[in-house]
């Protein structure tokens, strides 16, 4: 279902989500709900990209967040107060993203639930720091997002550190010594580039090319990078940006005979990447290509494929006509958190419930869920996925 792409939107009770979504969440429709007290609105900001090209993984977030808030409301809400969505576009731009911050304040929001891109997130950290409410952040994940000392601060999806970690893991097992890292210069990218190498360099490997090389986010042209791959005689490959420009490097990696059925070298690619429309993008190119992905949002993983993950499914299917993205789930349960951290304190004032998030333990569709002090994700277990015959699965052996 595509949305509207111009006016930001309010969503207030809607559609009834199935009931099995409650054991999904791991509460009980009575623990979240109050009695039927007409209190104000839990007004919530979101902001996500819905313009540019990760417009598309924007709108399946919000999606699994409305069905949560959608699954509250009908049972009388957060303590009683009725869920208000406010989404704002982000477009995955950091400019865009304070001035989205800043309007959401002056609305009075009382929380804020989103972020997809790192680059877009992180500015907006002082913004609503300074204005004292939660930040749940279903799917940015950059290891700089915990860094800042922000006490409001909680990633549902688990520092992206885990990917570089992953990468070096699976290159070490496949004894491939020379890798080439590249970013796009995102925030995002360049972190989870110099984890990979930090974790590679650890292992005995060697990051070749003289260490992490950066290619603009505009670009669509990797004749350069892929002719210094043959240069240095590298067996691997770990692309850390989105899956847009990742389909395309793939494409001309597979066409230079880089990789697939004949190639000398594995490409894998960090979970920015990991998207229906890297498959889509690269086509036969994909195949025989990897992706580090906390294993909670891999689709294939330890945790999703249960009976609670398939109602999700459905549900999201039924109501939005689409499969959910793989970052649908966190979505999902970033409000099921906020909402179970204020149920916790018996309060919406955002204070209180950002000690909740601090002291909140449960299991969502993700997995069990609870933060460090610094807002990361606890307990985090990383997947290496393979694209076979068009769609990912879990890549065996595991590294």
């Not at 995102?186 to 590679?200: E, Y």
């Not at 960090?270 to 195949?287: E, H, K, L, P, R």
């Not at 499914?313 to 689409?322: L, T």
């Amino acid at each position: 279902m595509k949305k509207n792409l111009v006016k930001s939107r309010v969503l207030t009770a809607g559609l009834l989500v199935t009931g099995v979504l409650t054991i999904a969440a791991g509460v009980s429709a009575g623990g979240v709900a109050s009695a039927a007290k007409k209190l104000s609105p839990y007004l919530v900001g979101v902001p996500m990209p819905m313009t540019g090209a990760e417009a598309e993984a924007g709108t399946q977030i919000y999606n699994a967040e409305a069905m949560a808030a959608q699954f509250l409301n009908h049972h009388g809400g957060v303590l009683g107060h009725q869920i208000k969505l406010l989404e704002q576009d982000d477009a995955c731009d950091a400019g865009t993203a304070v001035n989205a911050a800043n309007l959401l304040v002056s609305k009075g929001v009382q929380a804020y639930v989103g972020g997809y891109c790192s680059g877009a997130t992180l500015p907006a950290e002082p913004i609503i720091a300074r204005a004292g409410i939660p930040y749940v952040m279903p799917a940015a994940n950059s290891p700089e997002l915990t860094t800042g000392g922000y006490k409001n601060v909680f990633l549902i999806d688990p520092s992206g550190s885990g990917d570089g970690i992953e990468a070096a893991a699976f290159f070490k097992q496949q004894h491939i010594t020379k890798v080439f890292v590249i970013d796009d210069q995102s925030s995002f990218g360049v972190a989870i580039a110099q984890s990979a190498a930090s974790a590679i360099k650890k292992n005995g490997g060697t990051v070749v090319a003289g260490g992490i090389q950066s290619i603009p986010a505009t670009s669509n042209d990797f004749s350069a990078v892929i002719s210094q791959i043959k240069s240095a005689g590298a067996t691997g490959i770990y692309w850390s940006g989105y899956f847009s420009q990742a389909a395309q490097f793939a494409t001309q990696l597979n066409a230079a005979g880089v990789i697939g059925p004949h190639g000398t070298a594995k490409f894998v690619v960090a979970d920015g990447s990991v998207d229906a429309t890297y498959i889509t993008g690269a086509g036969a190119a994909a195949n025989g290509t990897y992706a580090t992905i906390a294993a909670l949002a891999s689709g294939v993983g330890n945790v999703l494929g249960s009976n609670a993950d398939k109602a999700f499914n459905r549900a999201y299917v039924k109501q939005f006509h689409a499969q959910p993205g793989p970052y649908s789930a966190f979505g999902y349960d970033a409000i099921m958190a906020l909402a179970l951290a204020a149920k916790h304190v018996k309060s919406i004032v955002p204070k209180r419930v950002i000690a909740g998030l601090h002291a909140l333990h449960f299991v969502g569709l993700t997995g069990k869920i609870s933060f460090a002090a610094d807002g990361n994700r606890l307990g985090a277990v990383m997947d290496l996925l393979e694209v076979v015959n068009g769609k990912y699965t879990l890549a065996h052996p595991q590294p």
